[in-house]
């Protein structure tokens, strides 16, 4: 079992920045491919971006792509996401994830969930 939190939302103009976190807990965290997705009112839940167990690879939405930096803290069992360059099209609840492996995430295969963060981004 795998418990995720995350933190860090909140209001922002658009073109600010912010920073999400998510702490996890439970057994091997280090081992799983972890990820961000998010979800607009009334809409399924999108794939933002995902990091292999070691850090070494990482994954981004098109949308995200040059915008969303993904990262994580195996010592520290976190996994952050920066975000830069806000649109109002980026307001949405952001989740955090774990799954298998990184490529999985992509994929939608999604094994734990957080259970999400607001981030509104204003014009």
């Known amino acids: 079992q795998v418990q995720l939190v995350e933190s860090g939302g909140g209001s922002v103009q658009a073109g600010g920045s912010l920073r999400l976190s998510c702490a996890g807990s439970?057994?091997?965290?280090?081992?799983?491919?972890m990820g961000w997705f998010r979800q607009f009112p009334g809409k399924e839940r999108e794939f933002v971006a995902s990091?292999?167990?070691?850090?070494?690879?990482?994954y981004y939405a098109d949308s995200v792509k040059g915008r969303f930096t993904i990262s994580r803290d195996n010592a520290k069992n976190t996994v952050d996401l920066q975000m830069t360059s806000l649109k109002p099209d980026d307001t949405a609840v952001y989740l955090c994830?774990?799954?298998?492996?990184?490529?999985?995430?992509?994929?939608?295969?999604?094994?734990?969930w957080g259970q999400g963060t607001q981030v509104t981004v204003s014009s």
């Open positions: 990091i292999t167990w070691n850090g070494r690879s990482t």
């Open positions: 439970g057994r091997s965290f280090d081992t799983w491919g």
């Open positions: 994830a774990a799954s298998h492996t990184a490529q999985a995430l992509r994929e939608m295969v999604v094994t734990y």
